[in-house]
């Protein structure tokens, strides 16, 4: 009986295993594995600011700024709950000095991440409280027109240094699921065949 069916699939196996390890070894090593992990450190480069940890109690509201110099770019934001638990939750309202509104969100996971279009250099604040029940640690982070940022524009770049082996592992594993499903139909399909065969004797 022909076996090419399980090399093939064999094949695809070791692709898998081979992107796993790729993805695995992309990670930077002195990544914190600890509750207080921060998402901007798997980032290095791409963000213009990071604040400082803010603790806010249930029901109480902080507030922080960030000011924009450049025109007609997006402005990527987001906010970190620390520590995340089911039912933390966050309300965000933005606004500039003159009290124009940037908008309002709510978060209830541990990242919210989004791109606001500034017209024109602004000052942008920042007012979040807390909705939740219990005592939230939160960091906000700020990248100005982040496609044009040192992370994406340089190619020695920490996040490039994880980008590219991650594009890579990403392929090769949709290649070798692609090549195990081969792998298993060709595999089938002597079964059938050797079946057949035996029919006919």
């Given at each position: 009986m022909k076996k090419y069916g399980p090399i093939i699939a064999l094949v695809g196996f070791s692709l898998i295993l081979i992107s796993l390890l790729i993805a695995i070894s992309s990670v930077p090593s002195n990544i914190s594995e600890d509750e207080t992990f921060l998402v901007s450190s798997l980032f290095e480069g791409m963000f213009d600011d990071v604040s400082e940890t803010f603790q806010i109690m249930p029901g109480d509201v902080i507030y922080t700024s960030y000011t924009t110099s450049l025109s007609d770019v997006p402005l990527l934001w987001g906010i970190q709950i620390i520590d995340y638990q089911y039912g933390d939750m966050l309300y965000i309202q933005i606004s500039n000095i003159f009290g124009d509104s940037y908008g309002e969100f709510i978060q209830n996971d541990s990242v919210l991440f989004t791109t606001t279009i500034i017209d024109q250099s602004d000052t942008l604040n920042f007012q979040i409280e807390n909705t939740g029940t219990r005592i939230i640690d939160t960091v906000v982070m700020f990248s100005e027109d982040p496609k044009n940022s040192d992370a994406?524009?340089?190619?020695?770049?920490?996040?490039?240094?994880?980008?590219?082996?991650?594009?890579?592992?990403?392929?090769?594993i949709i290649l070798g699921i692609i090549i195990v499903l081969i792998?298993?139909?060709?595999?089938?399909?002597?079964?059938?065949?050797?079946?057949?065969?035996?029919?006919n004797y």
């Open positions: 994406f524009s340089n190619p020695n770049s920490p996040m490039m240094d994880m980008l590219l082996p991650l594009i890579i592992s990403g392929f090769l792998g298993i139909i060709v595999t089938i399909l002597d079964l059938k065949n050797k079946l057949d065969n035996k029919r």
